[in-house]
């Protein structure tokens, strides 16, 4: 696949657009304003946009941009992408829609390497709630707008009514991003329930006027909206479930964990339960999409256990357990190591490995560090063991494979 | 208990390491747990060694939430849910 790299000018709208139309464009921004505004303009114009997050690997990036067929990189960093075309500020006009614009955006997937997954303004519009009459909702951005959590903010506040506050800059702390919500009188506010438990522990949150909370991209624990709802009295307390992969979902405003056991074979949802397994499908048309997440219905409560194929979803990110396993195993010492999920009141869940270390090797706290050492080397922080226990020997299933706890 | 403050602040030390955060050199009863140098992460480390320590994790036994902002509070709620022997 050949991409067309450009000499380094910069465009006028106009100009930009009669280059970009019905073209494969790639987006690589730093500045989120700057990137809100390249979408909103581009959007009915190419016939594809890759939004590429500013944290994507150096490695995985030129592999998105040759499968999607990118011809084009519109960028805000001349010096990043020196033959890309650069992105200027310009108070045009909104210019006519052409086409329907295909939206690439990485996802973790449930193989946890990265991959594009494809959408359309209209699936992913599919989520932006209508607002109430007279109800003018502040939004801050936590996220980058090439990560699903900040599209979705983004969408709902150019679709739904309302402002949008983007902190600007690379790496700002949160407390810079909570102050910049807070000058600017932010109301409504998303992130994932190990974001807001950290925010609540920060006390940061006073300064914040909110009367919109949206919880989403982990399981929402009744103690943490209890807490919320606390901290918020009157408070619109909303927990979203949404898979990437098929930009479907729906939100639950009750203030209650999980969602109601009635909208189980409801045909208005679509959701149904495999009875097999307890596995959460959605029913669209002829097709049926399933999860891969784990549900149990308590009374007239239907409840997220967790994944099916034991991901380990730590603070939002998710980690396969047999990727921690690999490393470990590469580790002199180790002679057998199951990975599994270990409950945690602040990230949802921790890494756990039991190992049983060769003979001749003492299990010690020596031992322990330099394992955790070993994997701070290989893998990314929330992948590290946070508790290494020594055991004798490991669970296995009949048919021979570690059985993970 | 004077016992559980030293074995937190020990710990809070070598998860400090252990992750690789840049820590405060000296912590007080007042310093401000996100200021730490530990980060959110790191914390729920620190809690999940606590309980292995300590064999409780407050956050988990109590009714309410209650979120420590210092080290002191954070220490606080250790002895207050300390199982009683």
Request: charged share 20%; net charge negative.
């Amino acid at each position: 696949m050949h991409v067309e790299w450009l000499a380094d000018f910069e465009l006028r709208h106009g100009r930009l657009l009669q280059l970009l139309t019905g073209k494969r464009v790639a987006l690589a921004f730093r500045s989120m304003p700057l990137l809100a505004e390249a979408i909103l303009l581009l959007d009915g114009i190419c016939e594809q946009m890759l939004l590429l997050p500013a944290d994507l690997d150096a490695a995985t990036t030129p592999c998105f941009i040759e499968s999607s067929g990118t011809t084009l990189v519109l960028t805000d960093q001349g010096d990043m992408w020196p033959d890309a075309i650069r992105f200027m500020q310009d108070a045009g006009m909104p210019p006519q829609r052409h086409a329907e614009t295909a939206w690439l955006l990485p996802t973790s997937g449930t193989t946890g390497a990265p991959k594009l997954i494809s959408h359309t303004t209209a699936s992913l519009s599919r989520s932006v709630r209508p607002v109430s009459p007279g109800r003018v909702n502040r939004w801050g951005l936590l996220y980058e707008i090439p990560r699903f959590a900040g599209l979705q903010v983004y969408l709902q506040s150019l679709l739904g009514g309302g402002i949008l506050v983007i902190p600007d800059g690379v790496d700002i702390p949160l407390h810079g991003q909570i102050e910049l919500f807070a000058r600017n009188r932010v109301n409504a506010l998303s992130a994932t329930p190990t974001l807001w438990r950290k925010l609540l522990m920060t006390g940061a949150l006073e300064s914040l006027p909110l009367t919109q909370i949206t919880l989403g991209g982990e399981i929402a624990t009744q103690a943490t909206l209890d807490a919320l709802a606390a901290a918020f009295p009157g408070v619109r307390l909303t927990h979203v479930y949404a898979s990437t992969e098929f930009g479907v979902g729906f939100s639950v405003s009750d203030g209650h964990a999980g969602f109601p056991a009635a909208w189980l074979n409801d045909p208005s949802t679509g959701l149904t339960l495999d009875p097999r397994n307890g596995e959460l499908c959605f029913r669209r048309g002829e097709s049926l999409f399933c999860t891969g997440d784990h549900v149990e219905v308590k009374g007239n409560r239907a409840y997220f256990l967790g994944r099916l194929n034991g991901s380990i979803n730590v603070g939002g990110n998710k980690v396969m357990p047999e990727a921690v396993e690999n490393v470990l195993l590469q580790h002199s010492a180790v002679a057998l190591v199951a990975v599994s999920a270990l409950r945690s009141p602040l990230m949802g869940n921790l890494v756990k490995a039991e190992i049983v270390a060769k003979p001749g090797c003492t299990p010690s706290d020596d031992l322990r560090r330099e394992l955790t050492a070993h994997c701070r080397a290989r893998l990314q922080p929330f992948q590290v063991p946070a508790i290494i226990a020594f055991v004798e020997a490991l669970a296995t299933s009949a048919n021979g494979k570690i059985r993970r706890v | 208990m004077p016992m559980s403050r030293q074995i937190i602040e020990k710990l809070f030390y070598e998860v400090g390491q252990l992750t690789g955060c840049p820590l405060v050199s000296s912590i007080e009863e007042s310093t401000v747990l996100l200021q730490s140098g530990l980060d959110s992460l790191g914390f729920a480390i620190l809690v999940a060694r606590l309980e292995q320590e300590l064999g409780y994790d407050p956050f988990v036994l109590m009714d309410t939430p209650v979120y420590p902002t210092t080290f002191g509070e954070f220490v606080e709620i250790y002895n207050r849910f300390a199982p009683r022997t």
